[in-house]
Structures are given as C-alpha cells and as structure tokens.
C-alpha cells in the first residue's frame, strides 16, 4: 500500500510518460522557495503596475537596499565563524545619528560628519569587541551592554 502511494506521487499523474520536465521544474520551484517567490511577485508586480520595472525603480530599490546589503555582508563574517552581534543595526542607527547631528545642528563639514560617524562605529565595535574576547562576557551580554 505505501509504495502505491510513493509510486503515485512520484509519478505526478501523468501516465507514465512526459511529464519529466514538469516534474522537475516543480521540484527547482519546491526546492527554492524563496527565490521562486521573488520571481512570483517581480512577475506579478509587473504585470500590475507599469512602473515597477522601470530603471528609475529598480535604481531606487538599489539605493534604499545598500546600506543593508552592506551590514549584512559584514554580519555574515561574524555568523560564518559561529558567532552572533545583535549590535549592528545599533552601531550604524547611532552613527547616521552622529552623522545627521553634525552635519546639521552643528553645522560641521560634511567630510568630517562622515569621518566622525565612521569613528563612532569604530569605538563602538571596539567596545563590544574588547567586552566579548577580554571582559569574559558571553556576545549577547555584551551586545545589550552596548
């Protein structure tokens, strides 16, 4: 009984014959659930909205996606080595503040409003970096200290 049951699904109802292609599409689309919704929202997305495909759009997307394209490139070094840093989005909401603080109410050059927001991700991943590996302290422990 269950290998009529195998039998039948891997079988797919098509009669024993021509049905290798759509099979294995369907199993490309199960395996990559992800991907394969992306490309069923870019697909609906377009089809409903002239604008969607645009380069004005798909720039516009680019821009908003880099500087989390960029963290999370960086956060990816620290998982790879069984690690985790919860202070990421932290460190850079504290450094746009400093750089958006500076550059306006203070009426600091922008060149150096930059320069001091980098140094503030530096001193803060200093501090976190020196609490995990020399303060004894567990990632998480440090990260909330942060």
Do not use: H
Request: proline share 2%; aromatic share 4%; net charge neutral.
């Amino acid at each position: 009984m269950a290998t009529d049951t195998l039998k039948n699904t891997t079988d797919g109802g098509s009669g024993g014959g021509g049905g290798g292609g759509a099979r294995a599409v369907r199993r490309l689309l199960l395996d990559n659930g992800a991907l394969s919704a992306l490309v069923v929202l870019v697909v609906a997305m377009s089809l409903l909205s002239g604008d969607f495909l645009t380069t004005q759009n798909l720039l516009n997307v680019g821009v908003q996606a880099a500087v989390t394209a960029i963290l999370a490139f960086g956060v990816t070094f620290v998982i790879v080595t069984a690690g985790i840093d919860l202070s990421v989005g932290s460190v850079a909401a504290l450094s746009a503040t400093v750089l958006a603080w500076s550059a306006t109410s203070e009426g600091v050059p922008v060149w150096l409003a930059v320069v001091l927001a980098v140094g503030t991700g530096i001193a803060c991943g200093l501090v976190n970096g020196a609490l995990v590996s020399y303060g004894k302290l567990p990632p998480f422990i440090a990260t909330l200290a942060m």
